[in-house]
């Protein structure tokens, strides 16, 4: 399996990852990641709003006990900016419901507006409550956003670091 290494974060991701978005069932889901992981599959990105609050669930069960083989990545709030105590409540009710000890990573989903980006940026906003996660083991190696607005909003949440 192709892989792409990041240095920032010292992994390799494999080139073809798991969206967990549309499983029909949690049987699929358990076959579906099962066999990808045996070809060399080790991303998943799942989100409280996926399979009606299903995913992470389903993709717990799944790979409980081949954990160490797949980085995991969460979302919740699309469109917005839960602030630092919001999203450490998300993250630990996540955890809980998903089987996980910990995700890889952790990241703002739907980054559409410059004013979800600056409220994430904020003292005490989305960036700092990961941060703070990621400190105390909840998120292992870091945090990113997926994306849904102009070009410029793009470049302004990259240089943001």
């Not at 081949?66 to 919740?76: G, M, Y």
């Amino acid at each position: 399996m192709l892989c792409r290494h990041f240095p920032s974060c010292k992994t390799n991701i494999s080139a073809i990852s798991f969206g967990t978005m549309r499983w029909p069932s949690e049987e699929v889901c358990h076959q579906v990641m099962n066999r990808g992981l045996d070809l060399g599959l080790n991303y998943a990105d799942c989100s409280t709003g996926y399979v009606n609050g299903k995913s992470q669930v389903w993709v717990g069960r799944a790979i409980a006990k081949r954990r160490k083989e797949i980085l995991v990545s969460s979302k919740t709030a699309f469109a917005q900016a839960p602030a630092a105590d919001q999203v450490r409540t998300r993250i630990e009710q996540s955890l809980r419901e998903s089987g996980l000890d910990y995700f890889d990573f952790y990241q703002l989903w739907g980054v559409s507006e410059r004013s979800v980006l600056a409220a994430a940026l904020a003292k005490g906003g989305f960036v700092e409550g990961v941060r703070k996660a990621q400190k105390d083991g909840l998120v292992r190696l870091g945090l990113g956003f997926t994306f849904h607005g102009s070009g410029e909003l793009f470049r302004a949440a990259i240089d943001s670091g």
